[in-house]
């Protein structure tokens, strides 16, 4: 009989115990925080862009805003990097369409960045007429 109220004692404790040791033997899932945190220390900033954008289209209310704003700041770092044409029109129709699907995201510098990619394009464009027009050229 005393056998039997240790085992019922033990059998109580392991049923208590069970859903410690399920998140023992399960690790959780890393938070988006150390994924961002990741991605961005190994300078995978596209595939920071790319995993953010998935994720904003998933969020709502207060995070998606706050996901928009992260977004929007590394766009304005990758349209800063950006050195190529088609590097540039990437980034800046990527920050035109968030600024579209997320409009109380828009920031001064996201604006500003995105004008200043239109004027390098239109730079390009006139330093290429101005070699068509030069002899030699």
Not at 14 to 42: K, N, T
Not at 91 to 101: F, G, P, V, Y
Not at 131 to 136: F, H, T
């Amino acid at each position: 009989r005393c056998a039997a109220l240790v085992i019922a004692g033990w059998l109580g404790v392991l049923a208590a115990a069970a859903p410690v040791w399920a998140q023992v033997e399960e690790p959780a899932a890393p938070a988006e925080s150390e994924i961002e945190r990741y991605l961005g220390d190994h300078g995978l900033s596209e595939l920071l862009a790319v995993y953010l954008l998935g994720k904003l289209k998933d969020a709502e209310g207060d995070a998606k805003l706050k996901l928009a704003i992260r977004l929007g700041s590394l766009y304005v770092r990758l349209l800063d990097k950006a050195s190529t044409v088609e590097e540039r029109l990437a980034w800046e129709t990527k920050s035109q369409e968030l600024l579209s699907a997320v409009p109380e995201a828009d920031s001064f510098e996201l604006r500003l960045n995105l004008a200043k990619a239109r004027y390098l394009q239109a730079e390009d464009i006139a330093e290429r007429h101005r070699l068509r027009g030069v002899p030699g050229g």
